[in-house]
């Protein structure tokens, strides 16, 4: 089991910053994969915004390449999200995702989500 737990989502004008911060239940050498995902609107499929494997490998939504970076502070259990240059498209909610292995399939767990509004 892991506990996902976010924080750090508001309001920002276009072209600001924020930094989302998803601190997990136990250490994230454990887990194979640590994600952030958002959904836009109420219905909308939760899409992939970044990810970080175990190996420090990432990967970015086309849509926030060179403005959003994933990182993790394994002495804190810490996953970030920082996320520069922000549109009013980036609008939406945030979670935090934890992927394990868990035999021949991978087990996903999820924060709670936190709101993220880009408004002037």
């Given at each position: 089991q892991v506990q996902l737990v976010e924080s750090g989502g508001g309001l920002v004008q276009p072209g600001g910053s924020l930094r989302l911060s998803c601190t997990v239940s136990r250490s994230i050498f454990s887990i194979n994969a640590m994600g952030w995902y958002r959904r836009q609107a109420p219905g909308k499929e939760r899409?992939?915004?970044?990810?970080?494997?175990?190996?420090?490998?990432?990967?970015?939504?086309?849509?926030?390449?060179?403005?959003?970076?994933?990182?993790t502070d394994n002495a804190k259990n810490t996953v970030y999200l920082q996320m520069n240059t922000l549109s009013p498209e980036d609008t939406a909610v945030y979670y935090c995702n934890a992927r394990l292995l868990n035999g021949l399939h991978f087990d996903n767990y999820w924060g709670q989500g936190t709101q993220v509004t880009v408004s002037s």
């Amino acid at each position: 089991q892991v506990q996902l737990v976010e924080s750090g989502g508001g309001l920002v004008q276009p072209g600001g910053s924020l930094r989302l911060s998803c601190t997990v239940s136990r250490s994230i050498f454990s887990i194979n994969a640590m994600g952030w995902y958002r959904r836009q609107a109420p219905g909308k499929e939760r899409e992939l915004v970044a990810s970080i494997t175990s190996g420090s490998s990432t990967t970015y939504a086309d849509s926030v390449k060179g403005r959003f970076t994933i990182s993790t502070d394994n002495a804190k259990n810490t996953v970030y999200l920082q996320m520069n240059t922000l549109s009013p498209e980036d609008t939406a909610v945030y979670y935090c995702n934890a992927r394990l292995l868990n035999g021949l399939h991978f087990d996903n767990y999820w924060g709670q989500g936190t709101q993220v509004t880009v408004s002037s």
